[in-house]
Nanobody, 126 residues
Framework: QVQLVESGGGTAQAGGSLRLSCAVS????????MGWFLQAPGKEREFVAA????????KYPDSVQGRFTISRDNVKNMVYLQMNSLKPEDTAVYYC???????????????????WGQGTQVTVSS
């Protein structure tokens, strides 16, 4: 069983930065594609960033492109989301997710992820 635990959420001012971390249990971390998703109150969960098993391919939606960076450490079993130039509309609960499939075209697909963390709250004040 894979367990994911997010940390690093909190409150930041608009224009500021936060770094989220996700610790993944298990000895096969390098076999999982990883992603970050957010869910704002009253809205559906949506894609934020994804990274392939080796870390060579990363994908972002236009809304965070150039501001957010996903990375992973396959030795420490960690995945990170560096968030810069934060905006009030980034306020949401952020979830870390892992998937076993490697199809690049579905990296942004919520349904392609098998395992989820409990989420961490990010609040950006104006």
């Amino acid at each position: 069983q894979v367990q994911l635990v997010e940390s690093g959420g909190g409150t930041a001012q608009a224009g500021g930065s936060l770094r989220l971390s996700c610790a993944v249990s298990g000895r096969t971390f390098s076999s999982y594609g990883m992603g970050w998703f957010l869910q704002a109150p009253g809205k559906e969960r949506e894609f934020v960033a994804a990274i392939t098993r080796s870390g060579t391919i990363r994908k972002y939606p236009d809304s965070v492109q150039g501001r957010f960076t996903i990375s992973r450490d396959n030795v420490k079993n960690m995945v990170y989301l560096q968030m810069n130039s934060l905006k009030p509309e980034d306020t949401a609960v952020y979830y870390c997710a892992a998937r076993t499939i490697s199809t690049i075209t579905t990296m942004a697909s919520l349904g392609s992820y098998n395992y989820w963390g409990q989420g961490t709250q990010v609040t950006v004040s104006s």
